[in-house]
């Protein structure tokens, strides 16, 4: 039940609870609260009243619940009411308030005016507010109105005193008599004042003395008649500094034209003052800098006038100042044939492009011509492009020098160039360089002629060595021959001293100048004759005519030609040192084919006893001597292949040493070296108790392509010695793969003993020729010292190199690395390593030719031994009459034999007419293990090649290679050519 | 609507396993848990009893209703077929929490119909909670719910939010169910009205220019013949409440449940400084007679009847034990319309049906008909 006693309690409640909050928004916020609660309403919302010009919309301040717009009826109540800025009318409100709207779901709306300030709007269900409420809530609607008005006037009052204050402008606030009544933070700060210091007092309190009291009369004579008065004033501190301020006082009329406050609003302008100072003295001293300045600064417009020029600005063109100032175009000096090109420039760089800086032919207005630079780029005014400023460079000066230093430096660049191109070259073509040389400085230097003068004091005479003319000038060389010095005393005299001889005219020397003459019989107009040093002795001159015309040269010229002369000297220093090293070099030719010749000779001569020795002692062998004797025909037999071991290394190291060492690659089993290996050591590592072991790792790829021989070699030298200087223990060769590179792999050979050692401070010593690590070594264990040395040098040649880890009483590691590429094994050479004599030989029809007879008995023991039947020729000759008729399978041929050698015999062999005479199998049988016999040899057109002493395997393996294995190559080509047939 | 409900709590794991096996069923969605406040719940003990991986709300009241079953301990754990909105805030009573933007008022759009408000009841500000949920949410939504604790009126942690219980915190559970809500208490006007002229949250000090203490004496002895003094004051001032008036509807009653020892008395739910308020008394019939308007009021404000409805009856506490055994009756006026009833006794209701204002209220009875839960 509604009663009147409920209500009067429920509008005092409400008043109550109007003006409650610290702004407007709250205190809206609050009292609508209070209605919507108190009036049992379920949403509502206050909007305030704004004036733009004379129309009005409602702006929306509160609202609860804060999206009451979701609420369709709300909306439709709100549209009758203008609430955005965008479509305010004249009038304020469409409907007549209080408004009151029914909706279909029992919901009222309510709007009223809350005094001058806006609207209140409610929605309640079901139940209505009664009439007499809605009326009797109108005074407290206007006082909400009030209040909430009274809010905003304090906000905007707040918002302005903040402003006041927060400004950084000086403001002060007086009454109508200059009493202060308030200032703000900036004012204080800047009189330094306190607020509460200031308050009550005068404005004088600020005054200086030192301002015209004039400006004070004429500013109370504006605000008297209430005008704003602006102006500048000197000001005092409360310290009693001055400063200089920029004041503007308005005056506050009231209604009836009485004056009742000032404002006053000012700033320091001290700072402004001494910047305005500064900026006068720098645009001062601009203009004295630009007009002390002798390249041209200038300024055009954008239609090209100048606008701006400096002194030298129209100095240099020859325009008065006046021309200048009444709008010159720029591209008057500018030659006609570069203003288009600067017009574009200009253009691009108006337009805000990228343009360079470049060489511009300027024009004088008198009508000269000089070069220039002419630098330039826009001017930016707000960000826009309002012309061209720049700076013009005269490079006359510039480019004169930088032709000179251009052609100072083609000259340089040609004596480098000759220097360069003559450093190689070779000894026959040192004269034409020469001549080449002078033809080129001659033609750099425009002159006509070119040449070189020798000195040769002892004769007291100077020849014309080398000469180059121009075209159409004659040659002057072969006059110039065997010329007395006499006649050129004073030249000779100035080179001696190391001077030049320049004679810029001819015409200018004496008369009866002996030089003069000379000079002129052979058309001279100028000359230059530059002193030629030789480790510090003259030795001729170079010169340089000029005939067509005068030719003057600079000091720099000249400085540069003494050097052509230096490089002409080198060259003909470098022709005689050639000539010197090219007799030297033959000398030595001879001096290394002396010395081979000496070894060959030299190893036939000690080999041919040997082989008697040793065969000899083979034949003993054979005969099944007695105990006693035995132990001395191996002694005997050790001797003898330990000589012929130290002849075969002094050769093999001789070969090397020369360079003589050629790879023979091709494709073998690792496996196969190794085992060689073994079968020729291990005899010697059981003769000694000492384990020879070996291991292939598995990685080791089985067939390589290199040299097997040099490779087997190798290792022999290495574990022979390893056995040499191992006295109990063992021997241990390695082989393994480390790495793979290039397509190659990479194989490690290492051989271990537990031997002597090497101390470290003998590791270099060891591998020198003829060394062993001390002397009683070589006492104790003997040997030539080149095992070690011949090792190093054939790793050289195949790109390797020995390495050595060893502790003295515990053994010696030597290892190598070899890259070998993969072989194929059907190219495998295969041997038969162990030799059998069979009866494989018997009935082989053998021709000895040797004239040795020892040598003959030696190879007759083994030849009946294999059952051979053997005919013995003394020499060549008769070898070729025993051939004719003589039927026989294969020749063994001496080399050096009396009457015809082995090679003639040969070669007459090789030419015989009949075919089975003619290709007849040839075995060589020499002394000399030298490589170049063994080729000369094969090229004579022998078959094959046995060292002497021979090896009874290695003469069997070649009888049975060139008898049975060719008849059965023959057999097996004849079949093939037959079927193919 | 499915529910489970225990009053032996002694095996927490099996409890454990019967809810989980609850949560797994097709269409339970989310779990909505009263629990009687003699279960003496610690924050351990929910988090025994309930899975963290299952969207679950609810609160400890004084008591908890099914029906006409009224117990002091025990779980209601109801299953709704839908997965709510729910958002926490914690720190209630922190008076400079800005609520107006801690609510998502994106949830608008989402077409939510229905919002389940519960408050730890022993919090201040809940006042200006309620003021601030309506300014997001206010507009056409229905509200129902109420303060959540203990009747011994110890503040201690009584939201249930996951397998969490909090203190000083409160729920809001948007559910797109419709819902039909009706408040009322039945409480008549005995004195008044008196303006407070001074008061400070939930107590006032000064009523009509005197001490609140001296003038409430004074009326209730006065008009009641009974004598009050501080030690018999809350089982006499429970029949003697405050209502504050609001144009055309019944007061919201403030129930004054301490007496301090400056005079002045602590009410549940805060006042306005230079309001007016009332001395209420009660009659049984009367409130009994205002719970079936309620009831009815609920009912009018639906459009039509569902055949699944269930009635969620907020009701006061207090009004329990100012009614005694007479609260069955009272129950009775809503369970005797043979809808499916559950529901708590509450320090403090809140509630809003259809287009009022939200308020919070004193030993009212609130009804929500939730249709479809």
Same mark, same amino acid.
């Given at each position: ?193 306190? #607020? ?35 102006? #500048? ?87 008065? !100042? ?18 288009? @090109? ?23 207005? #008198? ?183 005068? @030719? ?37 030719? =001879? ?33 099944? !001597? ?123 050979? =290492? ?10 401070? =003998? ?25 070690? !040395? ?62 040795? =007879? ?120 004849? #079949? ?6 | ?33 009263? %629990? ?130 909090? %203190? ?22 005995? %004195? ?101 308007? %309620? ?79």
């Amino acid at each position: 039940m509604i009663n009147s006693y409920d209500q009067i309690q429920l509008l005092y409640e409400i008043a109550l609870n109007i003006g409650e909050g610290s702004n407007m928004k709250q205190a809206a916020n609050k009292a609508l609260s209070t209605y919507l609660r108190k009036l049992n309403c379920f949403a509502g919302a206050i909007y305030k009243a704004e004036n733009i010009k004379d129309k009005c919309w409602f702006k929306n301040i509160t609202s609860i619940p804060v999206k009451i717009e979701r609420n369709t009826f709300f909306n439709e109540i709100i549209s009758h009411f203008n609430t955005s800025p965008n479509n305010c009318i004249n009038d304020q409100i469409q409907v007549s308030l209080p408004f009151t709207k029914t909706c279909e779901e029992k919901t009222t709306a309510y709007v009223m005016k809350l005094a001058d300030f806006g609207l209140l709007v409610m929605l309640k269900k079901d139940n209505k507010l009664p009439e007499d409420l809605i009326y009797a809530l109108q005074p407290l609607n206007k006082k909400l109105g009030e209040a909430l008005i009274s809010f905003q006037i304090k906000e905007i009052n707040h918002i302005h005193s903040q402003a006041l204050e927060a400004s950084n402008n000086a403001i002060l606030i007086t009454d109508a008599k200059g009493n202060i009544e308030w200032v703000n933070k900036a004012w204080c700060v800047l009189n330094g004042y306190e #607020n509460h210091e200031a308050i009550g007092l005068y404005t004088n309190l600020i005054k200086s003395e030192s301002n015209d009291e004039k400006i004070f009369k004429s500013m109370w004579d504006s605000l008297s008649r209430g005008e704003v008065w602006h102006g #500048n004033l000197m000001n005092k501190r409360k310290d009693k500094t001055e400063y200089n301020a920029e004041i503007t006082i308005t005056p506050l009329v009231e209604e009836f034209g009485l004056i009742n406050h000032y404002i006053s609003i000012s700033q320091d302008i001290t700072s402004r003052k001494q910047d305005e100072d500064a900026l006068l003295e720098s645009k001062t001293r601009f203009e004295e800098m630009a007009n002390l300045l002798p390249q041209p600064i200038w300024e055009i417009d954008l239609e090209g006038k100048l606008i701006y020029a400096n002194k030298a600005g129209f100095q240099i063109f020859g325009y008065e !100042p006046h021309e200048v100032a009444s709008g010159l175009n720029f591209l008057k000096v500018i030659g006609s044939n570069d203003r288009h @090109r600067i017009k574009e420039v200009f253009q691009r760089k108006m337009e805000g492009s990228k343009s360079g800086d470049y060489e511009y032919n300027c024009l004088k207005k #008198n009508g000269e011509t000089f070069p220039a630079m002419i630098f330039s780029a826009p001017i930016y005014k707000k960000g826009n492009i309002e012309g061209i400023r720049g700076i013009v460079l005269d490079v006359t000066t510039l480019k004169n020098t930088q032709e000179r230093l251009e052609r100072i430096s083609s000259l340089q660049d040609i004596l480098i160039k000759i220097s360069t191109q003559y450093i190689n070259i070779s000894f026959e073509n040192i004269e034409y360089a020469i001549n080449n040389a002078l033809e080129e400085i001659g033609n750099f230097v425009d002159a006509d002629r070119a040449y070189i003068f020798d000195y040769d004091f002892d004769k007291e005479i100077t020849n014309n060595t080398f000469e180059w003319c121009h075209d159409g000038i004659e040659p002057q060389k072969d006059l110039l021959q065997d010329v007395p010095l006499s006649a050129l005393s004073t030249w000779v005299e100035s080179h001696l001293k190391g001077e030049s001889i320049h004679i810029p005219d001819v015409s200018n020397l004496p008369i009866d100048s002996e030089v003069r003459a000379i000079l002129e019989s052979q058309d001279i107009k100028s000359l230059i004759a530059l002193p030629m040093y030789n480790e510090q002795k003259c030795i001729g001159f170079m010169g340089l005519d000029s005939v067509r015309f005068i @030719r003057k040269y600079t000091q720099k010229e000249q400085s540069i030609l003494e050097v052509f002369a230096q490089i002409v000297v080198n060259l003909k220093n470098r022709l005689q040192a050639e000539m010197q090293l090219k007799i030297a070099k033959e000398k030595a030719e =001879k001096a290394e084919k002396f010395q081979f010749n000496f070894l060959s000779t030299m190893s036939h001569e000690i080999r041919t006893p040997l082989n008697a020795v040793v065969g000899l002692t083979n034949i003993l062998l054979m005969e099944t !001597p007695k105990p006693e004797q035995m132990e001395n025909l191996n002694t005997l037999k050790f001797s003898a292949q330990n000589l012929l071991s130290i002849i075969n290394d002094i050769l093999d190291y001789n070969k090397l040493i020369s360079g003589n060492v050629i790879l023979n690659n091709h494709d073998f089993s690792i496996n196969e070296i190794i085992n060689g290996m073994y079968r020729v050591m291990s005899n010697l590592a059981l003769s000694k108790e000492i384990d020879l072991e070996y291991f292939v790792s598995e990685d080791v790829p089985q067939i390589i392509i290199g040299d097997s021989t040099r490779l087997l070699q190798i290792i022999n030298n290495l574990v022979s010695n390893a056995i040499k200087f191992t006295a109990k223990g063992y021997v241990k060769v390695s082989i393994s793969k480390t790495g793979f590179k290039n397509g190659k792999h990479i194989i490690e050979f =290492k051989v271990e003993d537990s031997g002597i050692g090497v101390p470290s401070d =003998k590791f270099t010593v060891i591998f020198e020729d003829f060394k062993q690590s001390s002397s009683s070594t070589t006492r104790e264990y003997g040997g030539t010292g080149l095992g070690l !040395p011949i090792v190093k040098k054939l790793l050289q040649v195949m790109d390797s190199d020995i390495k050595i880890e060893s502790e003295v009483g515990k053994g010696t590691i030597f290892s190598f690395e070899i890259a070998f590429e993969d072989g194929d094994p059907l190219k495998i050479k295969t041997y038969d390593q162990v030799v059998k004599f069979d009866n494989s030989l018997e009935g082989i029809k053998v021709l000895l030719v040797e004239d040795n =007879k020892i040598n003959q008995v030696v190879a007759l023991k083994f030849l009946h031994e294999w059952k051979c039947i053997v005919e013995i020729a003394n020499n060549g000759l008769i070898a070729l009459e025993m051939i004719e008729v003589g039927n026989y399978d294969v020749v063994l041929m001496d080399l050096q034999m009396p009457v015809m050698d082995g090679y003639t015999a040969t070669r007459a062999i090789r030419e015989n007419k009949n075919n089975k005479i003619k290709n007849i199998a040839i075995i060589a049988l020499s002394a000399s293990a030298l490589g170049e016999i063994k080729t000369k040899a094969r090229n004579f057109g022998m078959n094959d090649f046995i060292t002497k002493p021979f090896n009874p395997p290695d003469l069997f393996k070649a009888l049975i290679k060139q008898t049975i294995v060719r008849k059965e190559q023959m057999k097996d080509f004849k #079949n093939d050519i037959s079927k193919n047939l | 609507m499915q529910k489970l409900i225990f009053t032996d709590l002694s095996n927490k794991k099996l409890i454990y396993n019967e809810i989980k096996k609850f949560t797994q069923l097709p269409n339970i969605k989310s779990l909505f848990v009263l %629990a009687g406040d003699k279960c003496d719940f610690k924050p351990t003990d929910i988090e025994e009893l309930f899975p963290d991986d299952f969207p679950i709300f609810g609160g400890i009241f004084p008591q908890i209703i099914d029906g006409n079953n009224i117990y002091t301990s025990g779980l209601i754990i109801l299953g709704l077929s839908e997965n709510p909105n729910i958002q926490i805030t914690e720190n209630i009573s922190n008076p400079n929490l800005d609520l107006e933007n801690h609510f998502n008022d994106d949830i608008l759009d989402l077409e939510f119909k229905t919002f389940l408000v519960l408050v730890d009841g022993l919090s201040s500000c809940i006042g200006k909670f309620i003021e601030s949920l309506f300014n997001v949410y206010g507009i056409e939504l229905n509200f129902i719910g109420g303060g959540c604790g203990s009747i011994d009126l110890i503040q201690k942690p009584c939201i249930i939010f996951g397998n969490k219980l909090l %203190a000083d915190a409160a729920l809001v559970v948007a559910l797109k169910n419709r819902s039909g809500i009706g408040v009322r208490h039945g409480w008549e006007t005995l %004195a008044g009205p008196f303006k407070v002229n001074l008061s400070e949250s939930n107590s006032i000090l000064r009523l009509d220019n005197k001490c609140c203490w001296d003038m409430y004496k004074d009326i209730i002895e006065r008009e009641s013949g009974l004598t009050i003094d501080k030690e018999n004051f809350y089982s006499i001032a429970n029949g003697y409440p405050f209502g504050i008036t609001t144009l055309g509807e019944e007061k919201i009653i403030r129930d004054p449940i301490r007496l301090n020892n400056d005079g002045s008395i602590t009410c549940i739910g805060e006042f306005s400084q230079n309001s007016f308020v009332h001395i209420m008394k009660g009659t049984t019939s009367k409130l009994i007679e205002a719970t079936g308007d %309620a009831y009815l009021e609920a009912r009018n404000s639906l459009d039509m009847v569902s055949e699944s409805e269930t009635i969620l009856f907020i009701d006061c506490i207090s009004r329990a034990l100012f009614l005694k055994d007479d609260f069955t009756i009272e129950i009775e006026k809503i369970t005797q319309n043979k809808i499916p009833t559950v529901g708590a006794l509450t320090l403090g209701e809140i509630a809003n049906f259809g287009q009022d204002y939200l308020q919070f209220y004193n030993k009212t009875s609130v009804v929500g008909i939730i249709q479809n839960l």
